[in-house]
């Protein structure tokens, strides 16, 4: 099993910047891919950016440009640097993992963690 805890969710200005990270936990294997979602009050949850075992990154268009993810393998941690916050940015952001290392793949969510840009 693996566990996932998101933190540095909060209250963000317009145009600021905000950290995110999530921290993994328990049977961790080296192939898989680590990613943020979001997901805004009567909004389907949608990809922010996701970051496979190879270090290839894919981010969604609405925040290209602008938001950041990254890892520290040594801490099984993934970050999220989001920059030029836009009121549009506000939601609950998930972390996800996804571990292909066996079949069938095996799907990993945390908590959520509120971000609110205020304009």
């Known amino acids: 099993q693996v566990q996932l805890v998101e933190s540095g969710g909060g209250l963000v200005q317009a145009g600021g910047s905000h950290r995110l990270s999530c921290a993994a936990s328990g049977s961790i294997f080296r192939i898989r891919t680590m990613g943020w979602y979001r997901q805004a009050p009567g909004k389907q949850r949608e990809l922010v950016a996701r970051m496979h075992s190879t270090g290839t990154t894919n981010y969604s268009d609405s925040v290209k440009g602008r938001f950041t993810i990254s890892r520290d393998n040594a801490k099984n941690t993934v970050y999220l640097q989001m920059s030029s916050l836009k009121p549009e940015d506000t939601a609950v952001y998930y972390c996800?993992?996804?571990?292909?290392?066996?079949?069938?793949?095996?799907?990993?969510w945390g908590q959520g963690t509120q971000v609110t840009v205020s304009s």
């Open positions: 996800n993992l996804l571990d292909y290392s066996t079949l069938p793949y095996k799907d990993y």
